[in-house]
């Protein structure tokens, strides 16, 4: 019998479990003890914890006294267990690149040839390597030229035929050598200068008339003409054409690398202009850079295969 005094009393039926008696409440639908809580006249049952779990629980125990028996586990000051099977993702990450370098090797040494015309004509060849070629495309040139070789403000496009060094792969094997105005003791060597000692209106209608030399609309009879054959012409040529193989490029086509509207050419004469294009000898290998000449001269042909 239970004692008057016990607390539970008042709020546990008679029939509950009493952990002192070990009287048990059985829930007749489950079977499962009840538990001698009463929230309020909501009943528990007291059910036991799933073998499952406990089963599970001593499985991945048992494992993982296996993993670390077999694998590397425990950091050890400076290192680590290496475990049994001596099994190094590290090692086997370098292992796998160094196999697909080798399988790379039979086609990429043929790039090591500066005969273009031979590797642009091998279709088998162009179909291994161009997919590699985009790869470093866009591991190395991207950041600047963008994915497509579209360029942005700054960064000429390699894809729209226009060249300021010349579009063919030897061409422009030369510029990724050298690179521009990059530190290299042979780099391409182009500058414009700035024309701020110019009078202010004097640079106004000469940027007036850059913009319609752009825009084919420029007035050769024009006083701004004359200014512009006596102080552009060295570099952009008589007509502004450009095409002179010392980085200016021309004004009268559509391709732009800073731009041609009225503002931004006031600031080219201005400040003058004079961007960097890396030097690639000591980072690529030549094989490597005539691949990528290859490729950026793909780019701007009509029957451009660059992307599969
Ligand atoms: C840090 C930016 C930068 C990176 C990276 C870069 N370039 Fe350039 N590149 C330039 C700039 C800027 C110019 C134009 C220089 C000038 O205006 O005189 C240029 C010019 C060129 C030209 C000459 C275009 C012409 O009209 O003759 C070629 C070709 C070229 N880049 C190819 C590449 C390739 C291929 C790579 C990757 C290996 C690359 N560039 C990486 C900035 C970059
Ligand atoms: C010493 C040679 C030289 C002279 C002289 C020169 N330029 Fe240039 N110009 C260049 C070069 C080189 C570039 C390209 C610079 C670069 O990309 O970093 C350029 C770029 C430009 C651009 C930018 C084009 C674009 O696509 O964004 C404009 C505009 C321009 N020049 C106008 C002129 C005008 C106008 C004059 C005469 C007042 C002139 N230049 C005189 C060499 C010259």
Not at 20 to 46: A, C, F, K, S, Y
Not at 204 to 226: C, S
Not at 242 to 257: E, H, K, N, Q, Y
Not at 288 to 304: D, F, G, K, T
């Amino acid at each position: 019998m239970r004692k008057q005094t016990d607390p539970r009393s008042n709020a546990t039926p008679d029939n509950a479990m009493d952990a002192h008696t070990g009287h048990r409440e059985i829930d007749p639908v489950t079977g499962h003890d009840i538990n001698d809580h009463d929230w309020n006249g909501i009943r528990e049952l007291n059910t036991p914890f799933p073998k499952i779990v406990t089963w599970a629980l001593i499985v991945t125990f048992i494992y993982s006294l296996i993993a670390w028996i077999l694998l590397p586990a425990w950091p050890v000051g400076r290192d680590y267990t290496r475990g049994v099977l001596g099994l190094d993702q590290g090692e086997m990450a370098i292992e796998k690149f160094q196999a697909i370098g080798a399988g790379r090797s039979d086609w990429m040494a043929k790039f090591a040839s500066d005969d273009f015309a031979m590797l642009q004509n091998d279709d088998q060849l162009m179909v291994q390597a161009m997919p590699a070629a985009d790869r470093l495309f866009k591991d190395n040139c991207a950041a600047c030229h963008a994915n497509d070789g579209g360029g942005g403000p700054g960064f000429p496009a390699l894809n729209d035929g226009d060249w300021l060094w010349g579009g063919d792969p030897a061409d422009i094997a030369e510029t990724l050598h050298i690179g521009i105005n990059a530190a290299n003791d042979d780099t391409r060597w182009a500058e414009m200068p700035p024309f701020d000692w110019m009078a202010r209106s004097e640079r106004m209608a000469l940027a007036d008339y850059v913009v319609a030399l752009g825009r084919g609309t420029a007035d050769g009879n024009a006083p701004e003409a004359q200014v512009f054959v006596d102080n552009c012409s060295a570099c952009h040529g008589e007509t502004g054409k450009g095409g002179m193989m010392i980085g200016a490029p021309s004004l009268t086509d559509a391709s732009v690398i800073y731009g041609q509207d009225h503002d931004t050419v006031m600031q080219t004469l201005r400040h003058g202009r004079q961007s960097v294009m890396p030097a690639w000898s000591n980072r690529l290998s030549d094989a490597e850079i005539n691949l990528l000449a290859v490729y950026v001269a793909q780019m701007s042909s009509p029957e451009a295969e660059v992307n599969e």
